[in-house]
């Protein structure tokens, strides 16, 4: 659904800011219109997506993120493949994976996966169990907000799918060096990144702003 | 018409308007601090972006890790790893990795100079061009990470003592350094002065 045109009206003084609305990649200005279910509007000019109207989005989004905590643990700590060669066997995890590059002294590189593969994406995750419970329990809201900042500035950071890419990687390259067989992990590290996506889908970040702000004005 | 020219900020972080005066320093409802663009914006993306190409030169260099297969050490740059894995007849899996750990960084580092040239001189290039640009820059930044989960998985797992082992080198932590200099940069380059430097208004419908 196309957003509607620029308000053309000199005298913007007297339009009330909740009836204005604008592009956050190019500063476009826009009036605000009610989206219905389901619908998102785009910025005309640069084409980015201004606002997502989603159904249910709280309940739905507070069963994704249970969802996705509960497969956390294993999907870290359970073996994603083995390795069998010459009777020995080795194991990786995503833990483990962290632990060997720390034990062969590369220790920027094991802080840095570390942070990217486990403890930013579960930062997110909490991130996220705050802002909804705070939303549904209409509780704690200016504290969320500021959780829900951090959320944003931790985004991008959370790097679960290139993680599979690089499971995937992994696999083809040893696959004929040795006997690979996958594990469990790998199975709960899926569902984990299905979880999240699906989440980061279904959360619309207007929605949960105007949320918190419409509970932090009552309060 | 832009939302500065109506003299309204628009909050950074959580995209709440609000009138530009002297009172609202702050976002009303998240408490960030407004900016009617991003501070400083040109000047740390070029720095951040001239560390990075700095960098990218050792991590292309150095051996990102080195397979230790029966006693034998063979260390291998990113390229190397590549061209192993086209002899080896992993055509997919050795252009997966080529795009990821080397088209990637290059088209990155090389479009954040374009857009900073174009923003601070003249451009050729339309405003639409340029922010498909952006965002295609910041969305493709993270999967240069490729390269080292590969690495982290590999060197778990093949930990045979002297029979085999893997390690990773000194040219992943360049490398790690690069994507994260490169992805830095793409968050402080404001997409907004793409189009503060063009007269589009006629652009759009």
Redesign the interface.
């Known amino acids: 659904m196309p957003s509607s045109p620029a308000p053309s009206t000199t005298d913007l003084q007297d339009v009330p800011l909740s009836s204005l609305l604008a592009c956050h990649e190019c500063d476009l200005l826009l009036r605000h219109v009610d989206l219905p279910l389901e619908h998102k509007a785009c910025c005309p000019r640069c084409g980015y997506e201004l606002q997502t109207h989603r159904a249910h989005m709280s309940r739905r989004a507070l069963a994704l993120v249970l969802t996705a905590l509960l497969l956390y643990i294993p999907a870290n700590f359970l073996p994603i493949m083995q390795l069998d060669l010459l009777g020995q066997r080795s194991e990786d995890t995503v833990w483990s994976a962290v632990l060997a590059l720390y034990q062969s002294e590369m220790v920027f590189i094991a802080v840095l996966v570390f942070l990217c593969s486990m403890a930013i994406p579960l930062l997110k995750l909490l991130c996220q169990l705050w802002v909804l419970l705070a939303i549904t329990l209409r509780r704690g809201q200016r504290p969320a907000l500021q959780v829900y900042r951090l959320y944003h500035h931790l985004r991008e950071w959370g790097m679960l799918e290139v993680y599979l890419m690089g499971i995937l990687v992994a696999i083809v390259k040893l696959a004929d060096l040795a006997d690979l067989h996958l594990g469990a992990g790998m199975a709960c590290f899926i569902a984990l990144l299905l979880a999240q996506v699906w989440l980061e889908v279904s959360m619309s970040p207007h929605q949960v702003w105007d949320a918190l702000e419409d509970a932090h004005a009552r309060a | 018409?832009?939302?500065?020219?109506?003299?309204?900020i628009?909050c950074g972080?959580?995209?709440?308007?609000?009138?530009r005066s002297a009172a609202h320093l702050h976002c009303q409802?998240?408490?960030?601090r407004l900016h009617a663009r991003r501070p400083h914006s040109i000047a740390r993306t070029w720095a951040l972006l001239l560390a990075a190409a700095i960098l990218y030169i050792p991590a292309n260099l150095l051996p990102i890790m080195s397979v230790n297969f029966l006693g034998n050490g063979a260390p291998a740059t990113i390229m190397g790893g590549v061209i192993e894995?086209i002899h080896a007849g992993?055509l997919p899996?050795a252009s997966?990795?080529f795009i990821?750990s080397i088209l990637v960084p290059s088209f990155k580092l090389c479009g954040l100079v374009l857009l900073l040239y174009s923003v601070q001189r003249y451009q050729r290039l339309s405003?639409?061009q340029r922010?498909l640009m952006y965002r295609f820059i910041?969305w493709i930044?993270?999967?240069s990470?490729?390269?080292?989960?590969?690495?982290?998985?590999?060197?778990?797992?093949?930990?045979?003592g002297n029979?085999?082992s893997i390690?990773?080198g000194p040219g992943?932590?360049a490398f790690?350094l690069v994507v994260?200099l490169t992805?830095l940069a793409a968050?402080s380059f404001d997409?907004?002065l793409?189009?503060?430097n063009t007269d589009?208004d006629a652009?759009?419908?």
Do not use: N, Q, S
Not at chain 2, 1 to 8: H, I, Y
Not at chain 2, 13 to 19: A, T, V, W
Not at chain 2, 145 to 160: E, G, N, Q
């Open positions: 018409m832009r939302a500065l020219d109506a003299g309204l628009i972080e959580c995209h709440r308007l609000h009138r409802r998240c408490g960030a894995l992993m899996i997966v990795v990821a405003p639409r922010i910041e930044g993270r999967w990470m490729l390269d080292i989960f590969v690495i982290a998985i590999l060197v778990a797992l093949v930990r045979f029979l085999a390690e990773a992943a932590a790690a994260v992805m968050t997409p907004r793409i189009w503060d589009t652009d759009h419908d």
